[in-house]
T-cell receptor, first 111, second 114 residues
Framework: DAEITQSPRHKITETGRQVTLACHQT?????MFWYRQDLGHGLRLIHY???????NKGEVSDGYSVSRSNTEDLPLTLESAASSQTSVYFC??????????FGQGTRLTVV | AQSVTQLDSQVPVFEEAPVELRCNYS??????LFWYVQYPNQGLQLLLK??????LVKGINGFEAEFNKSQTSFHLRKPSVHISDTAEYFC????????????FGSGTRLLVRP
């Protein structure tokens, strides 16, 4: 069965370190998205991609970057982790308006 | 641009009682509407969606929602809730310009008590 997987599921890192969160989907979707979930804010869009070599900034993109070298993967990089980036991160993919498929999430703690 | 407002951050309800979770949206273009459910420590699961046609849509687990264009609302309802319905519920919209970006509300925590 097709799926979307995120790794790691949990990570603790130190302030100032570079961190990369992985997202891999086997749906063969062109569109992929990264969200962060924080209490009281729901899910906010960080970055998204509509295909290979395409990346776009979302609502809360400062301090984050993505790259899309193939259809299956959209890694999210925190250039220099800050405590404000402690959050739960969700990756999603979609190729139609019928709704996106979400990964299980990565809980990131920056200490 | 679109925005979504979920008016209630938490809704406590007794088991077997009816429930309504409210969602209002704002958009200058036509939109698709969604409700997602998130159980503890899990990802988001699509509950139901409105794309076109009948304004009353039925989803999984006995939930339904009604699209009201004049009131820009998409409220979620269930006639009789179970303990297992305790979860976080998110309303979301995306525009019809094929961008498929989901814009989410802040979520409503449904707490079902015995």
């Amino acid at each position: 069965d097709a799926e979307i997987t995120q790794s790691p599921r949990h990570k603790i890192t130190e302030t100032g370190r570079q961190v990369t969160l992985a997202c891999h989907q086997t749906w063969n979707h062109n569109n992929m998205f990264w969200y962060r979930q924080d209490l009281g804010h729901g899910l906010r869009l960080i970055h998204y991609s509509y295909g290979v070599q395409d990346t776009n900034k979302g609502e809360v993109s400062d301090g984050y970057s993505v790259s899309r070298s193939n259809t299956e993967d959209l890694p999210l990089t925190l250039e220099s982790a800050a405590s404000s980036q402690t959050s739960v991160y969700f990756c999603a993919s979609s190729d139609s308006p019928v709704g996106a498929f979400f990964g299980q999430g990565t809980r990131l703690t920056v200490v | 641009a679109q925005s979504v407002t979920q008016l209630d951050s938490q809704v406590p309800v007794f088991e077997e009682a009816p429930v309504e979770l409210r969602c209002n949206y704002s958009s200058s273009v036509s939109v698709y509407l969604f409700w997602y459910v998130q159980y503890p420590n899990q990802g988001l699961q699509l509950l139901l969606k409105y794309l076109s046609g009948s304004t009353l849509v039925k989803g999984i687990n006995g939930f339904e929602a009604e699209f009201n264009k004049s009131q820009t609302s998409f409220h979620l309802r269930k006639p009789s809730v179970h303990i297992s319905d305790t979860a976080e519920y998110f309303c979301a919209v995306t525009s019809m310009d094929s961008s498929y970006k989901l814009i989410f509300g802040s979520g409503t925590r449904l707490l079902v008590r015995p």
